[in-house]
């Protein structure tokens, strides 16, 4: 099995100051491709001792693959570093250079020498383009053949680059041909035990494909991880048992891999022609950026209130002022109103609201913090819910918009 | 400076199953108290390997700080390595036994000779503790003098073993009586090799405090590490440098260490008791979010509309139909509209909007992708503001947001 080293580069790696969520990603890629890696390293913006660390990991692996310090800054070093290590100079290299003058000429900024720079490229080696910002990234090679692969560090331009290029080029360099299928499945309002319960006893018989429980915050996921040649042999070994398990966990699975609740519910209310609308308070606008980040989200969604303010619920809600001086801004009352407030006033089939208190501040012994309320207006009349969350402001915003998506998709999945 | 590197164990870390929280809680510690990281790595349950690295390590650094393998199982190695490196035998403990015997007649479980095995430390070490479970730390030590400190890999055990016991062991040995004090100056509207282009002479010539510039999406990070003995010295060394700086970036320094865009914003607008309302197309709520991360949010927001669909900009912001139909939903004339909308339903004294086309789907030649219009209305009239923004939907969508919230502050914040 061949087998490589990641090098993550940036003095503040070594300070302390930054959690490297790169290694994790490329190791993870690597393995999934059937590529060891012998052993990771971080080492800061200089130039001797990432060269040194570079030839030391090619004399142990068949080649390394390096993330960062590719910008244009002075304490940009690894491209220089690579040089050193491979005993290879610099060469412009034109593509990138119109590349890079066409981000200028695109966004009106003045370019420098610095940036010109990013346009050198180790000789022979292959160029990863960027298509996310102006670093390009390359594969550079030994005179043994050993190759060191040169990833920026920005994690949403390192990551296209290593599953759009590096990996293919890999794949066809080292001849890999078994590789790990992994299928997982969404479930929302189950506890982990109760799903460990339910099927724990597929965990011990199988082998292949291996099974995990991952448990996210307020959310548990199936993982399905098979080791086959193709993508036929995995699907064979992955069918059967995604069938057992999605039947022993009925009305709790959301959906598949990428999908998540708030796509499987534009899909689904985009599909039946039903429209969603919002009125929310404590989670002021992250219902809403949940469902809008989903593209096509217009075929389903309407739109929504972030009605934070007293005065905004009941002006551009129509919630009654006696409700809100009678039982308060979180109250089942004013949750409901809220609901069938918005859904009147943008004309949707269905409208979701949410109030609460989400501290740190405001919390009383009879509201306090944590406390949240949320509604549900259909046809079929109003449905309410009353929450207690645990945690920080944060935790409890995002606990509060994930049961309120929940509650939306338990109540409509089957429509 | 004495310097030393961090081994964090275990094959899983290699596999990217697991993101290391441990190395850089290390490694802060470390640069905080003065001693220097060269460089850390990663390595699986491998004894030949781990061994190699640990010796290849002492060849360059003072001491070595091993994280993981301490465990019971046959798969933890990371003591036999160490011994293997420094050419030590193991001998039994006495104190260690007597502790997780006690452990075990507390637990009521049965002690099987491999949690006995833990009992066994490198002859001559230094024991750590372990307050929080069986596996003991310790500082062996190399015929020169140099060191291998191992820490159990379980973070609630391996923190309090660090501060409570090596950091003082280290301090102590290495006679540190410096550490290091970190600023952090916030930018937004600046790109980072215009920073370079103003600021770079300083980074030559300041040893202390060390500066370096880290760029965000959309916002760059000017940092500053002052190394001293104690607070009142590191303030005199970083005050007049980030006078400096701070001027240099006049009109850009948003904030300071842990202050946002919208903390900074929200704080400022409660001060000078003014209010901000949000009408948000394209980035669907995400405004909103920001600004009601921050607690005590509602001082200075009312709320918002995230008007989605036409028919909600039209009814909800009062957009005439006629500049709808004319111009279209991205268009200067409808976001000047939605924000004046807001701005009059919700009583705002100020009002930010946004319109655009995030993508993937729904660009044209004339409304490309990445098309976003701001408005931002208030008593002194509107100014609106056109991007080109390149990306997925979501940078697009995230993008749009900071460039809104910049937009906020840079016309505000001398308000």
């Known amino acids: 099995m061949p087998c490589c080293e990641i090098i993550a580069v940036g003095t503040e790696l070594l300070l302390g100051q930054l959690t490297d969520t790169n290694t994790p990603y490329i190791a993870g890629a690597l393995a999934s491709r059937g590529m060891d890696v012998y052993a990771t390293h971080a080492l800061g913006d200089n130039r001797a001792r ?101 990833l920026p560090g920005v994690p949403h331009e390192m990551r296209p680059m290593l599953d759009e290029q590096l990996l293919a080029w890999l794949r066809s360099r080292f001849s890999l041909t078994s590789f790990i299928t992994t299928r997982v499945l969404h479930t929302i309002g189950i506890a982990e035990s109760e799903i460990d319960h339910r099927i724990g006893d597929l965990f011990a018989s199988q082998a292949n494909p291996k099974i995990a429980v991952l448990a996210h915050d307020f959310r548990c996921d199936v993982k399905l991880m098979a080791k086959a040649r193709d993508a036929h042999e995995a699907a064979a070994l992955i069918g059967p048992l995604e069938q057992d398990i999605v039947a022993r966990l009925e009305g709790y699975v959301f959906g598949t891999d990428d999908e998540t609740l708030e796509s499987v519910l534009v899909g689904r209310f985009a599909e039946v022609r039903r429209t969603i609308a919002l009125a929310e308070s404590c989670t002021g606008g992250r219902i809403a950026a949940r469902l809008t ?123």
């Open 50 to 150: 990432l060269s040194e660390a570079i030839r030391a990991a090619l004399g142990r692996s068949d080649g390394v693959i390096t993330c960062g310090g590719l910008g244009p800054t002075i304490d940009d070093v690894t491209k220089e570093a690579i040089c050193d290590a491979l005993g290879l100079e610099c060469e412009l290299n034109d593509a990138v250079m119109q590349s890079i003058e066409r981000i200028f000429a695109g966004s009106g900024r003045q370019m420098r020498d610095n940036n010109r720079k990013q346009a050198d490229l180790p000789q022979g080696s292959v160029l990863l383009s960027n298509a996310h910002g102006t670093a390009p990234g390359f594969v550079a090679f030994a005179r043994d053949g050993k190759f060191v692969a040169a």
């Open 293 to 415: 980040s989903v593209p096509g989200a217009s075929a389903a969604f309407l739109g929504g209130v972030v009605a934070y303010d007293n005065a905004v619920k009941a002006e551009t809600l129509g919630v009654p002022a006696q409700l809100l001086a009678d039982f308060g801004a979180v109250s089942c009352e004013v949750v409901t109103a809220m609901a069938q407030g918005v859904r009147k006033r943008l004309g949707s089939d269905v409208a979701l609201a949410t109030t609460g208190v989400a501290g740190p501040q405001g919390g009383t012994a009879e509201k306090p913090v944590g406390l949240v309320w949320l509604a549900l207006a259909s046809d079929a009349g109003v449905q309410t819910q009353r929450l207690q969350l645990k945690g920080s402001r944060e935790l409890i915003q995002s606990r509060a918009s994930v049961t309120a998506l929940g509650l939306l998709w338990k109540t409509f999945y089957a429509m």
